[in-house]
């Protein structure tokens, strides 16, 4: 018998029509493979910029209220600054009203 008859076989004993079709289905895999990747970059791509835009939301919310109480703290110093120019004798009794009830407070607690 000759070493390989059939022309149509492969070392392996695989016809060329199979290994075609073996072919075929590598390439099929490949290419769906690919058009995964690209669509898993895409997704991971769009919510990192979606993240980006929250964080930067966020961030300037931040600011905005940071603004807004440093802006109403400014306006109660000057209210208390005004106040105690006003009436400094008033101001005076009423500081040392609450200090002397916050250390009897204090004293009592900690026997």
Partial sequence: MSSNTDSNL???GLKGPEIQAIMNDV???KHDLAALIRSITVDV???VSCAQNAMGKVSQEAVHAYEALAAQGE???KAL???VEEQP???LLIAFAVGF???HI?????M
């Fill in 10 to 12: 492969s070392s392996d």
């Fill in 27 to 29: 390439a099929t895999l």
């Fill in 45 to 47: 791509t769009g919510n």
């Fill in 75 to 77: 306006r109660s110093v």
């Fill in 81 to 83: 600054s005004h106040q």
């Fill in 89 to 91: 004798v008033k101001c």
């Fill in 101 to 103: 009830l916050g250390s």
């Fill in 106 to 110: 204090l004293a009592h607690k900690s």
